[in-house]
C-alpha cells in the first residue's frame, strides 16, 4: 500500500495505515484471501484440485481429507475425525475461525448424512425456481424434455421478457450439480440465451 497521490505525508512518506483485517470494499481483498490460504495449505500438505481451484485435497495417514473454500466459508470433511480435527486446530491456530459444527447447508446445497454416506439436495432451491418460474401447477414428468421436440434457431416470435428467460436458465444451469437427469434439457434450453423465442 501507498499514500494517495496529493496526500502524502512529507515527513513520514513511507507511512500507510495497518488494517486490522481485510476490508470488503478492496478489489485485491478476495484474492490476497485465497492466495493466503491456499499457501498456507499447500504449506501443510494439501493439494489444489486441478479441475476446481476452490477445493484442495489431503492425503495423510490413509485418510482423505477435503476442504472446500468459497470466499470466506470453508467446508471441511475427510474420513478420519482425528485428523480433521488436528487440522482444524491447526488452521485456528493460523487464522480467525469459528468451527460451526456439521453441515446442513451450503450455498444452496442441503447436505443430509446418512448410513450410505453424505446426500446432497437442492429442494429448497428447485421449489424457489419453479415459483419463480410460474410452474408451481404444473405435473411432474419422468423427462424433462421431449425427445420429439427439436428446438433449434428457428423464426418465431421472440419471448417478451429475454432477462428472465436468461435468468431461469442460469438457475437450471446451477440446478444441474445434483440433478443431472435434467442436463440435457438445461443444455438445450441454454443454447438459446441470446435470442429465445415462444417455443424455447
Not at 490460504?37 to 501443510?44: D, G, Y
Not at 479441475?51 to 492425503?59: K, P, R
Not at 485456528?92 to 453424505?118: C, N, P, W
Not at 438445461?186 to 429465445?196: E, G, L, T
Request: aromatic content about 12%.
Amino acid at each position: 500500500m501507498a499514500q494517495p497521490p496529493g496526500f502524502v505525508d512529507p515527513a513520514l512518506p513511507s507511512y500507510v495505515c495497518r488494517l486490522h483485517k481485510s476490508l470488503y470494499g478492496l478489489k485485491q481483498a478476495p484474492r490476497a484471501w485465497y492466495n493466503r490460504l491456499s499457501e498456507f495449505l499447500l504449506s501443510i500438505g494439501f493439494q489444489a484440485f486441478k479441475g476446481d481451484t476452490s477445493l484442495f485435497i489431503l492425503s495423510h495417514d490413509g485418510a482423505m481429507i477435503y476442504l472446500l473454500a468459497y470466499v470466506d466459508d470453508i467446508l471441511l470433511t475427510g474420513s478420519n475425525s482425528a485428523v480433521l480435527h488436528r487440522l482444524i486446530t491447526l488452521l485456528q491456530s493460523e487464522f480467525k475461525l469459528r468451527d460451526l459444527g456439521s453441515v446442513y447447508f451450503f450455498l444452496g446445497i442441503e447436505v443430509k448424512s446418512t448410513a450410505m454416506g453424505i446426500l446432497l439436495s437442492q429442494h429448497k432451491y428447485t421449489l424457489d425456481i419453479i415459483q419463480r418460474a410460474g410452474m408451481t401447477s404444473c405435473k411432474p414428468v419422468d423427462t424433462p424434455l421431449s425427445a420429439s421436440s427439436k428446438l433449434g434457431l428457428i423464426p418465431g416470435t421472440l419471448y417478451s421478457d429475454p432477462t428472465r428467460y436468461r435468468q431461469i436458465a442460469g438457475a437450471l444451469q446451477y440446478l444441474t450439480f445434483t440433478r443431472p437427469n435434467i442436463y440435457y434439457a438445461v443444455n438445450k434450453v441454454c443454447q438459446f440465451m441470446h435470442a429465445p423465442t415462444e417455443d424455447h
